[in-house]
T-cell receptor, first 115, second 110 residues
Framework: DAGVIQSPRHEVTEMGQEVTLRCKPI?????LFWYRQTMMRGLELLIY????????DSGMPEDRFSAKMPNASFSTLKIQPSEPRDSAVYFC?????????????FGPGTRLTVL | GENVEQHPSTLSVQEGDSAVIKCTYS??????FPWYKQELGKGPQLIID?????GEKKDQRIAVTLNKTAKHFSLHITETQPEDSAVYFC?????????FGAGTQVVVTP
């Protein structure tokens, strides 16, 4: 298995533009997580899905952020409009089985820079 | 919300020495305590985890200890090597999700 795949790996955009980050979880994993990592706030959980259904989006910063999981093999995190404070590394992770607290397999991340 | 505190934030050790990182958690119902290692430019990767029915778990040079009464758990790395240099995160369940500590930057000097 190729592991969790994220694209793009790097994204540089200007303030006000729409940004879409993509994630392909490991096949067969039931849970998918989106995290944001910054020096100031560390690793923050934004939202997670179970069987393609959003379960907890309390970590989503504001309405400018949205996430979807149209099928078991694809998820997107969208920021519209983007702001400089959204600059961070965004990770997608997936985990197998029924238990939420199992090993999470992280993707390589997308480094987002908003100018 | 639930909190996981991690100390120290940075740790410099001589190659061959031991490194210890400590975390405390607040949710007494927590029963799963993983440790992740993050190398530069990569996502975190699980290196060891422990569940609340045991007090200690070892995997080669890495061990984790858990004190449920005091609500803290620790990562021990023995005989450190340069490839152990990375950021290490502890985590514990809280508020219905896995809460991560702030991370410890470990630098192993030859």
């Amino acid at each position: 298995d190729a592991g969790v795949i994220q694209s793009p790996r790097h994204e540089v955009t200007e303030m006000g533009q729409e940004v879409t980050l993509r994630c392909k979880p490991i096949s067969g994993h039931d849970y998918l997580f989106w995290y944001r990592q910054t020096m100031m706030r560390g690793l923050e959980l934004l939202i997670y899905f179970n069987n393609n259904v959003p379960i907890d989006d309390s970590g989503m910063p504001e309405d400018r952020f949205s996430a979807k999981m149209p099928n078991a093999s694809f998820s997107t995190l969208k920021i519209q409009p983007s702001e400089p404070r959204d600059s961070a590394v965004y990770f997608c992770a997936s985990t197998p089985g029924l238990a939420r607290y199992n090993e999470q397999f992280f993707g390589p991340g997308t480094r987002l820079t908003v100018l | 919300g639930e909190n996981v505190e991690q100390h120290p934030s940075t740790l410099s050790v001589q190659e061959g020495d031991s490194a210890v990182i400590k975390c405390t958690y607040s949710d007494s119902a927590s029963n799963y305590f993983p440790w992740y290692k993050q190398e530069l430019g990569k996502g975190p990767q699980l290196i060891i985890d422990i569940r609340s029915n045991v007090g200690e778990k070892k995997d080669q040079r890495i061990a984790v200890t858990l004190n449920k009464t005091a609500k803290h758990f620790s990562l021990h790395i023995t005989e450190t090597q340069p490839e152990d240099s990375a950021v290490y995160f502890c985590a514990a369940p809280g508020g219905g999700k896995l809460q991560f500590g702030a991370g410890t930057q470990v630098v192993v000097t030859p």
